[in-house]
């Protein structure tokens, strides 16, 4: 039997990224997954990215340092900001003190690092522009533009045909209602998954930051009940 | 007197990135020098980095930590790999060993990221398109794609006017002679620059990378004097 081609598939330990994860497993790809340790306030995350990475069967799984947190500028890498609770969405749906400057743009050219070492050319991204938060850098117009710059910035993007780098973003329409109905016929085990922006010691989701609201709500509307305590 | 307006200025301790250095403090801007320690070779790079940020009068010279020697790829950030010596160019200017791979797309995402808390919108890079050993990641068409790409992505980019960020790269076009020419005029101290791949142990040039090389042709060309001592 062939082996599957090669894909970095981006990390994070929460649902979207597992999810996409299980997509790319699904289309035959042998996975190389790829998580970062950027000062973010918890480990629960790489934890919950490592667990996962595993029952996806992943061939590597790499975790690189970045220095986010001496950049600043978000309450997710910065302990002096607060991140906000049981927040009332603004109809022009303001960007949140959570969004993190320029971070996918910095983990996607990671990956296409990663990717061109592999000679891989897929790259799979848990993005999400309809429910999440309103951050800049999980809309189509912003993935499209950061897979054109790649491909004419690396040497296996111009050397080879057109396009050879491709940034996969499979969730980037979907609900979060329909993510994890996708997720659950692919067998994620979303109970190995981390989502809260502000856990307790123990690691224990809070129930009422965004990202605990979004992906409660989610749940409630696929009618499925998520494995996680809160 | 007003202060000027701040910049980002990517500065890697070589000639070209000083000379960048040297354009923005001209142009009347604060500068916030950025450097990355990412594993390369030596560390001459960042003690010249730093030596050319005081000269630069710069505001801050941060210096952030990159995993890249953990991506590999190239005889920078890879021991395994030799850097060549009095290569022969290809007429077809093939990519050398010592590309890294997304190296300035890394870079450049970072420098937004900066920018972006400093609320800066200029950047300055130090790429040069002309002799600068055929890395696609220093070419316009590049650099333009990497401008569109941060501003759909960046919370600034996207809630500001049209092109917030602005990635400048005023040397791109020039040679290295005209480089040297530039930055003489303008007061560089080229001594406290290091551009060799391959230093000694003592942090001496060797005088047959492809860096030392281009270097050194480009002080003749320019009619100039290289101070550093082969």
């Known amino acids: 039997m062939m082996k599957g081609k090669k894909a970095v598939v981006l990390l994070s330990g929460g649902l979207d990224s597992a999810t996409v994860g ?22 629960c995350e790489l934890e919950a990215a490592g667990k996962v990475a595993r029952s996806l069967s992943a061939v590597h799984h790499l975790i690189l340092r970045l220095d986010l947190n001496r950049i600043g500028g ?13 927040r009332v969405e603004s109809p022009e749906q303001e960007i949140p003190i959570t969004y993190v400057p320029a971070r996918n743009a910095i983990f996607i050219t990671h990956a296409v690092a ?18 999440y938060s309103g951050y ?3 809309r189509p117009a912003f993935i499209q533009a950061m897979e054109r710059a790649v491909n004419l910035g690396t040497k296996l993007g111009v050397g080879g045909e057109d396009r050879y780098f491709r940034l996969h973003a499979p969730l980037i329409e979907l609900s979060k209602h329909e993510i994890i109905q996708l997720g659950t016929r692919l067998g994620v085990d979303y109970g190995l998954t981390h989502s809260c922006y502000d856990p307790d010691a123990r690691g224990r989701p809070c129930g009422q930051c965004d990202s605990c609201c979004l ?16």
């Open 22 to 43: 299980a997509v790319a497993r699904q289309q035959g790809y042998q996975l190389y997954c790829l998580s970062f340790d950027y000062g973010q306030r918890h480990h």
């Open 74 to 86: 978000s309450s997710l890498t910065d302990r002096n900001l607060e991140v906000p609770r049981n």
């Open 114 to 131: 990663w990717a061109e070492t592999l000679e891989a050319r897929d790259i799979f991204l848990g993005v999400n522009a309809v429910d």
């Open 136 to 138: 800049p850098d999980c």
């Open 215 to 230: 992906r409660l709500q989610g749940f409630a509307a696929a009618g499925l009940e998520d494995p996680l305590a809160y």
